[in-house]
């Protein structure tokens, strides 16, 4: 594991609890290397997260394997997204460290297409319920590879 960034602390990782059920989350697609959840915090026009389904705090944790396996899926979200929401831009963001804004110690990419105006918001936004990320999840799926 890598010890030089300064990792943020948690009790429990929210993302191995979404994975195991033990916190309700949309999921919209789940390999044996990586999972797509659709964020309650909606930065963007259909805005996800992919991680490893393994706990790696960092993007320096990851094996090959499931950098690799990441980045597959990366560019298959951004696909969906693009597509499903005819997005003019496309938003691509990861932090490692708590000095880059990292907030949860379980490596994760950003992937959401632009919004009408422009860019994605980085201000607070209003939590999605459940119910809103499920459908945003249905928009996308015909689109997943």
């Known amino acids: 594991m890598n010890t030089s960034l300064e990792i943020p602390e948690v009790a429990r990782c929210p993302f191995c609890d979404y994975l195991t059920g033990a916190r309700p989350f949309t999921i919209l697609t789940r390999d044996s290397l990586t999972a797509t959840l659709v964020t309650r915090e909606q930065r963007g026009a259909g805005h996800l997260l992919v991680i490893p389904v393994q706990h790696r705090p960092t993007l320096l944790d990851l094996t090959r394997d499931e950098a690799s396996a990441v980045m597959a899926s990366v560019t298959s979200a951004a696909r ?44 607070e936004v209003d939590e999605a319920s459940i119910a809103e990320t499920d459908v945003i999840a249905e928009k996308l799926r015909p689109f997943i590879a």
Do not use: K, M, R
């Open 80 to 123: 969906a997204v693009t597509l499903a929401y005819q997005s003019e831009g496309l938003a691509v963001w990861q932090n490692n460290g708590v000095p880059a804004h990292q907030t949860i110690p379980h490596v994760h990419f950003h992937v959401a297409g632009t919004l009408p105006e422009g860019g994605t918001e980085w201000d």
